[in-house]
């Protein structure tokens, strides 16, 4: 398995409130992403990082922003959290990336989001 | 953009039973990715089909591409209740991986 965490893995938050997910990596690959899941949709994603300090938009970014400043670690932050962002969010790591043929994404476990 | 069908949206089978999923995509596919999604849980990658006719296999699940590469199939021999999850084929068109909603299998023991 591939080694990726995610943390918190549950998390219940108020309207307009900041929240900042992690995911670790322990892999050393170059690419890390954040989905989105909500039911009735597939995975959706929010952004992407191909290298440190390297990040760009995926197509549900409203609202979140990102940071990567190691290359184990890649932040989600939501600035001020809305309840239209109640959903499960996954964290996946790849070796190669988007535009140099993309490889197999590994998914860490997920953390659940509420926001009351 | 891609368009991908995958079939059947839900199956229910008995402990023991094979069975089939397929996926039909508008566009000849780079690469094909099958994973599967426990309740609750993250998604693991199963298999990884690039060339047209390849097949692969691990332990009860095999995985094949057509030559054309714009159709895969799942098939699950002897089915088992740690089967049970979602199953996802996932297209990679060379510049991104889009997510379905998937099948869903229901096994009864």
């Known amino acids: 398995d591939a080694g990726i965490t995610q943390s918190p893995r549950h998390k219940v938050t108020e309207t307009g409130t900041p929240v900042t997910l992690r995911c670790h990596q322990t892999?050393?690959?170059?690419?890390m992403y954040w989905y989105r899941q909500d039911p009735g949709h597939g995975l959706r994603l929010i952004h992407y990082?191909?290298?440190?300090?390297?990040?760009d938009k995926g197509e549900v970014s409203d609202g979140y922003s990102v940071s990567r400043s190691k290359t184990e670690d890649f932040l989600l932050t939501l600035e001020s959290a809305t309840s239209s962002q109640t959903s499960v969010y996954f964290c996946?790591?790849?070796?190669?990336?988007?535009?140099?043929?993309?490889?197999?994404?590994?998914f860490g476990p997920g953390t659940r989001l509420t926001v009351l | 953009s891609q368009e991908l069908e995958q079939s059947p949206q839900s199956l229910i089978v008995q402990e023991g039973k094979n069975l089939t999923i397929n996926c039909t995509s508008s566009?000849?596919?780079?690469?094909l990715y099958w994973y599967k999604q426990k309740y609750g849980e993250g998604l693991i990658f199963l298999m990884m089909?690039?060339?047209?006719?390849e097949e692969k296999s691990h332990e009860k699940i095999t995985a094949k591409l057509d030559e054309k590469k714009q159709q895969s199939s799942l098939h699950i021999t002897a089915s088992q209740p740690s089967h049970a999850g979602i199953y996802l084929c996932v297209p990679n068109t060379g510049n991104q991986f889009y997510f379905g909603t998937g099948t869903s299998l229901t096994v009864i023991p």
């Open positions: 089909l690039q060339k047209g006719g």
């Open positions: 990082s191909y290298g440190v300090k390297d990040t």
């Open positions: 566009k000849t596919l780079y690469g």
């Open positions: 996946a790591i790849s070796e190669r990336g988007r535009g140099g043929g993309t490889d197999t994404q590994y």
């Open positions: 892999e050393n690959h170059r690419y």
